[in-house]
């Protein structure tokens, strides 16, 4: 597995090594030691998450708060998404920066996003599997969301023109900090 390091401490881009030929692909998905490696220390899972969602749809910017928070490991099987992680720590150098990444079903990479961060995805395939591991229990009353157009984090949507569909509680979500 090839590891990434990104401009926010911790985020992390990962690789697998992928084996194809004319049959079609193998890939080793997780490996706990290989992961821990890579992250520098021990990581529990408790929770796999999957989502499908059309090309448009916007998810996020979501996160939950200590003692709650999750950090996620996400990847998409199938389709194409563009993945984003804000730093949200108020004592961390980059907080309100942000990082994207395209995670899809043909370049199988990762995107490791430490507790305390905020995420997001926008498909822009026709549909995409999104699939995530998650290192605490999901709970309503932890849960946080910031706004997807924030204009302080000015994040890059590769929207081409499309309005994204959002849910009823990421259109109203308030500004980092609001």
Known sequence: MRVITTAIDGVLILEPRVF?????????SFSQRAFNQAVGHDIHFVQDNHSRSARGVLRGLHGQRA???????????QGSVFD?????????PTYGEWVGVELSGTNHKQLWIPPGLAHGFLVTSDIADFLYKTTAYYRPDAEFAIRWDDPTLAIAWPLNGIV???SAKDAVAPPLGG
């Open 20 to 28: 194809g030929d004319e049959r079609g692909f193998f890939l080793e």
């Open 67 to 77: 003692p709650h928070a999750q950090g996620k490991l996400v990847r998409v099987t």
């Open 84 to 92: 984003v992680a804000v730093d949200v720590r108020t004592d961390s």
């Open 164 to 166: 994204p569909a959002l």
